[in-house]
């Protein structure tokens, strides 16, 4: 491929403890408990809403934080974000869970659809009152790498390109672009062809007015409506990877062209797209190969450098451990990964992409910032005691607690097979 080289001027214009790349609902969780264990902390977003794939991705479902057998597993800003999801909007949160843990065992699972937007609003209220700074609008381009330190990142706006300073930095991005760009081993992931947008009808707003509840009036019009597993892929779609700009917009393309295919039709003054995903609805594009990759052989095993443990979405009991090692790689001293990026394949990265185990994720890695910061010290090597205390602080579970594994655990569940 030809190349041309460029030599840039670039201002610098600050210098933080903590850049956290992407404000999806993993960087907003790192920033925030960044912001908390005192690092001055700066998000970068790229585009005008936080959330990510969880608010401008449409995916407005908080999966659940128990292991469906009536035990919360998940807590610390996992659950702080699930209620902060439905702070101003509608719920669905089942009534067992509406008070703290169920009186009776119960396999209604502490989940909850909201409104997308409106979370979106209220994490940007809250990291903002909490100290943190945020730029929208604002692509975090290029980090700059000396002798495998992370010495900052340069920013793309409107205002041009632009220098920020850091002492640690979590990848957030969704996509590992930060760690590939500092030269991380990565590793690319298959997408089905799964594009929801919504809209409203004058038959689902009657509905909606009818029942009492808001979240009726809005149905979705799949373009793609492949699932989680595959279900509704046809075989003349591609499988995406996502990660380059002519891949995203033939899918992209593919799907509105679908999506207008359906409208057709009918009579143009009783319905409304109201909205459409503003992230491709890829589920898993490119994550760090970190010095250690999570599989699914992995539910129920204890890591000694364990950073949270996470309940199974899909299946009830499963429960994983995240070890500081998938988020972490050696020669790359001040980069920790978070959310989607974190290295775990097959069904074990579906198991740590779902929104609160990203919270959990983002929170570890924020403590991981911040005790490499303290240390002065890689973070895959900080005082694994003091971090694992400082997230139980925090009432994070770092270890789930074995009274939870059921006697037939080696055997149980192991069905489901991914691309
Ligand atoms: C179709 C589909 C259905 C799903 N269903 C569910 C569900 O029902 N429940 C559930 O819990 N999970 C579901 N998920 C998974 C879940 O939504 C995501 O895995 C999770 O929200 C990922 O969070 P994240 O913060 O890691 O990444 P993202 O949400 O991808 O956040 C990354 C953020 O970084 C920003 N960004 C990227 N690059 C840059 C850059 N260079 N500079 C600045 N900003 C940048 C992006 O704009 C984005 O805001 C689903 C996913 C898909 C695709």
Redesign the pocket.
């Known amino acids: 491929m030809d190349s041309i080289s460029l030599t840039l001027s670039v201002p610098v214009k600050d210098s933080f403890d903590l850049i956290v ?7 907003c969780a790192a920033a925030l408990e960044g912001a908390r264990l005192g690092l001055k902390t700066l998000l ?4 005008c809403l936080l959330g ?3 608010t401008i ?1 449409l ?1 407005n ?3 659940p934080l128990c292991n469906g057998r009536g035990v919360q597993v998940l807590r610390g800003l996992a659950e702080e974000f699930l209620l902060l999801s439905i702070r101003y909007g509608y719920d669905t949160l089942p009534g067992v869970w509406k008070n703290g843990r169920p009186a009776e065992k119960t396999e209604v699972r502490y989940q909850t659809e909201f409104d997308p937007y409106l979370f979106g609003m209220a994490l940007c209220e809250r990291l903002t009152d909490e100290g943190v700074t945020i730029l929208f609008d ?3 381009a290029q980090p700059v790498i000396e002798g495998g330190v992370c010495r900052g990142v340069m920013t793309d706006s409107k205002s041009g390109f632009a220098f920020y300073a850091c002492r640690q930095l979590v990848d ?4 590992s ?1 930060m760690a590939a760009k500092a030269g991380m081993p990565t590793a690319d992931g298959k997408n089905y062809f ?1 594009y ?1 947008p919504r809209t409203i009808t004058l038959d689902s707003c009657r509905e909606a007015a009818e029942s009492g509840r808001i979240n009726r009036a809005v149905r979705t019009v799949p373009g793609g409506a492949a699932d989680l597993y595959g279900g509704g892929q046809t075989a003349d779609m591609p499988l995406y990877y996502g990660a380059s700009a002519e891949n995203t917009s033939d899918y992209l393309i593919r799907n509105q062209k679908l999506v207008l295919s359906k409208f057709r039709d009918g009579d143009r003054q009783s319905r409304m797209l109201i909205m459409t995903p503003m ?1 491709p ?3 898993c594009i490119r994550r760090i190969e970190g010095d250690y990759t999570m599989t699914e052989d992995d539910a129920y095993r204890h890591f000694p450098d364990s950073v949270c443990a996470i309940n199974d ?1 899909d299946r009830r009991d499963f429960l994983f451990e995240v070890p500081r090692s998938a988020m972490t790689r050696k020669g790359f001293d001040n980069i920790t990964a ?4 974190v290295s775990a394949e097959g069904y074990a990265w579906d198991a740590v ?4 185990a ?1 919270v959990a994720t983002g929170q570890a890695s924020a403590h991981m910032a911040a005790r490499a910061v303290r240390e002065k010290k890689p973070v895959w090597d900080t005082d694994l005691a003091a971090l694992q205390s400082g997230l139980e602080e925090k009432t994070v579970a770092v270890h789930f607690d074995d009274a939870l594994v059921p006697p037939d655990a080696d055997s149980v569940n192991k069905r489901v097979k991914k691309l």
């Open positions: 790349c992407g404000g999806g609902i993993a960087g970068l977003e790229k585009s990510g794939l969880a991705g995916v479902y908080y999966e604002c692509a975090a957030a991005t969704g996509d672009e799964s929801f992230m609805q890829f589920r979405f978070a959310g989607r990026c992409r779902v929104i609160p990203a």
